[in-house]
């Protein structure tokens, strides 16, 4: 089992920059793939970047290419992701997860999300 916490999360102005952070508890989060998702109002949650348990293969959605950026900090059993040149359709619930069995298999544990905002 593991325990999710995403924090950084608040509204900034269109170009901004934010750096979200994710906390998880449990002794073996360095073994798993973590994503961060955002789920838009009206819209279904969906991928925007993911990074492998050493943190050597990240993978990123189209539209956040070059702008977000994902990492890992295992002996803080943390994971973040920085987000740059911010747009106000970037606009939504952010979430981390946990896939225990790697990348590329189903997230199991999921954060309670944090709000992103960006204004024009």
């Known amino acids: 089992q593991v325990q999710l916490v995403e924090s950084g999360g608040g509204l900034v102005q269109a170009g901004g920059s934010l750096r979200l952070s994710c906390a998880a508890s449990g002794r073996t989060f360095s073994s798993y793939a973590m994503g961060w998702f955002c789920q838009a109002p009206g819209k279904e949650r969906e991928a925007v970047a993911r990074i492998s348990w050493s943190g050597a293969a990240t993978f990123y959605t189209d539209y956040v290419k070059g702008r977000f950026t994902i990492s890992r900090d295992n002996a803080k059993n943390t994971v973040y992701l920085q987000m740059n040149s911010l747009k106000p359709e970037d606009t939504a619930v952010y979430y981390c997860?946990?896939?225990?069995?790697?990348?590329?298999?189903?997230?199991?544990?999921w954060g309670q999300g944090t709000q992103v905002t960006v204004s024009s």
């Open positions: 997860a946990a896939a225990p069995r790697g990348l590329g298999s189903s997230y199991d544990y």
